[in-house]
């Protein structure tokens, strides 16, 4: 059993005792454990080889041997014996937000709840307001939450989808019978969030891969098993769809099963008025058939299109040959127009006059900023997340740990700042030709004043303001809030800038047009925030943004090493904002940052 395993079996151990009501302290100190572990990063399977265990802090005897158990054994008899003495149904309650161990055993012992679908029932029928700390607006939220949390089991967010698709591609193109293969649908389009995974193949033996496809290891249930489609069910909880055609219609499907469906409509229309027909089977000269075929070839190619039945070989004859994607935007005398765009939000009409920009690529990163150490929430150290960045080509990285006022993330007072600000020189003076930037995410209080003086920020290279708690606010008084710490002198750029976490928690109310207008006026950066849960600016307001001349800053907003990858992802979201090398800061070469940051 892993690492990853065993923090997870600890912290579920955490939850299970309060769900108990055993003593506080006791769960804490799995929970503890768990950030022990979890924050190390030695080889734990040597560690308890040797008996070592205890040597970790806030590891005692007894978690001493629940650990040893996992690592030997990948089993805790300890734990079994708990989970089976709490309700399932209580674990999934936790899901529901707002919910809490205390209020979920609250439920369970007062009106006997033990699942979600009784909570629903209990709140729908005003059982629940009357208990103690609830009340008519806890029971609103309730369901609220189930609903939400019904909407979001369906959905999934674009960086794990990703990790899913790249495993699965990779694995047919081991198949001898691909001939060509790509991601599709709003995958390949970049969406924040994907419903399902799509693919495209051309295949001589289509059947045999279909049959490869299905029989996948992360598959969980076939639901359709054809020869050119088959959907299945992952063992993630996410679908996915195998398309496959012949050679020749490759480029065709893949345009058509990349979608949006109102881009497609569009460029549909856009044949029909010059005399063609598209569809995933082929781009058609309809006027030549109709001229050539009186007898209404050119109207069956309609009808088989609309019906998803494949042209015949006289229709094919019409066919407009393509090799790929850019022959068909060509044939239509379009410029070719990247996937992420293709939401049907101008881009065909910028491609028919050749304005299409040269969209940012993942090669132009130069650097980051909004990165955490273990000196507030992270999981390493300064040297380490350094020099993954190095290993990664970039030539600077900021490190913004928290401030004050977010104690529950172990933020920096001004003492705390001081020294670390003193190590990241000590740090520079080691390591040559890479640079790392002296930073702190400031909370940006209630009343928008910031968490550090002026006179400490002035010490900073860079100030991320960000809003971390009061979210209740309404939108009149977000906004104001945010503005005036954006207003600040010191304030390099906006962290996460609606606090949204995907599939989690809505966006606060702010008024965007009113903040991208500030932050043109103030110079002050957005952040386009790749964390997966985040994803924001939303890239729908990008171009807007771009074109008031504000600059894009992409940050991982990474708690540890591995985070740093998601960087990919920030690059493809601001291709969907339409972004290029020039709107986005972290492309400058380190000399350049470092003028544009003393600017």
């Not at 209580?90 to 529901?96: K, Y």
């Not at 007062?110 to 979600?116: C, E, M, R, T």
């Amino acid at each position: 059993m892993d690492k990853s395993e065993i923090t997870d079996i600890l912290e579920e151990i955490a939850v299970l005792l309060e769900l108990k009501g055993e003593n506080p302290f006791k769960a804490r100190a799995y929970t503890n454990a768990a950030r022990v572990l979890d924050q190390y990063d030695g080889d734990l399977a040597q560690l308890v080889a040797e008996d070592r265990i205890e040597e970790l802090p806030g590891i005692g005897e007894a978690l001493h041997q629940k650990i040893t158990e996992l690592v030997k054994t990948g089993k805790l008899e300890y734990y079994e014996t708990l989970r089976a003495s709490v309700p399932e149904g209580l674990l999934a309650m936790m899901d529901v937000p707002a919910l809490g161990p205390k209020k979920i055993k609250a439920l369970y012992e007062k009106l006997g709840i033990s699942s979600v679908a009784e909570l629903e029932a209990a709140c729908q029928e005003h059982r629940v307001r009357d208990l103690p700390g609830f009340g008519a607006k806890s029971e609103e939220k309730i369901l609220a939450g189930i609903a939400q949390g019904r909407d979001y089991a369906q959905l999934t967010r674009y960086a794990e989808a990703w990790a899913q698709a790249e495993e699965i591609r990779e694995a047919l193109r081991d198949h001898e019978g691909v001939l060509q293969l790509s991601i599709a649908g709003s995958l390949r389009r970049g969406r924040e969030i994907v419903k399902d995974l799509d693919f495209v193949a051309s295949s001589r033996h289509p059947q045999d891969l279909m049959d490869y496809f299905v029989s996948l290891p992360w598959v969980k249930t076939v639901t359709n098993h054809g020869e050119t489609k088959s959907s299945v069910l992952l063992k993630s909880g996410i679908s996915a769809d195998l398309r496959v055609v012949s050679d020749k219609e490759f480029p065709y499907a893949l345009h058509h099963f990349t979608g949006s469906k109102e881009h497609n409509v569009a460029m549909r229309q856009r044949a029909i008025a010059q005399g063609k027909k598209l569809s995933e089977w082929g781009l058609f000269e309809i006027s030549e058939v109709a001229a050539a075929v009186p007898s209404g070839g050119a109207v069956g190619i309609l009808k088989k299109s609309r019906e998803g039945k494949k042209a015949t070989p006289e229709d094919e004859s019409k066919l407009i040959p393509c090799r790929d994607e850019d022959d068909i935007f060509n044939a239509l005398g379009l410029q070719y127009i990247p996937p992420e765009i293709r939401e049907n939000t101008g881009e065909i009409e910028a491609a028919e006059k050749r304005e299409i920009p040269r969209l940012l690529e993942w090669t132009q990163l130069r650097g980051t900023f909004h990165c955490h150490t273990n000196w507030s929430d992270g999981k390493n150290t300064l040297a380490e997340m350094a020099g993954e960045a190095r290993e990664l080509g970039l030539d600077y990285l900021g490190i913004a740990d928290h401030s004050k006022s977010s104690y529950q993330a172990n933020g920096l007072n001004e003492e705390r700042l001081a020294e670390q600000i003193e190590m990241i020189a000590t740090l520079n003076s080691q390591i040559g030709d890479f640079r790392v930037f002296a930073g702190s995410e400031v909370d940006i209080l209630k009343d928008g004043r910031l968490d550090f003086s002026d006179d400490v920020m002035a010490k900073l290279d860079y100030v991320v303001a960000s809003v971390h708690n009061a979210m209740a606010q309404d939108e009149d008084e977000m906004t104001k809030r945010v503005i005036r710490a954006m207003e600040n002198e010191y304030v390099t750029m906006l962290g996460h800038a609606t606090g949204r976490l995907l599939l989690q928690r809505e966006p606060y109310k702010i008024n965007l047009e009113k903040i991208i207008d500030c932050a043109a006026r103030t110079g002050t950066w957005i952040e386009l925030n790749c964390s997966s849960y985040r994803m924001e600016l939303d890239w729908r307001w990008w171009h807007r943004a771009r074109d008031k001349g504000v600059k894009c800053v992409i940050n991982p907003d990474a708690h540890r090493i591995a985070q740093f990858g998601t960087l990919r992802h920030g690059v493809t979201m601001a291709r969907k904002g339409w972004l290029r090398k020039q709107d986005v800061i972290n492309t400058m070469s380190l000399e350049a940052v470092k003028k544009e940051l003393a600017r």
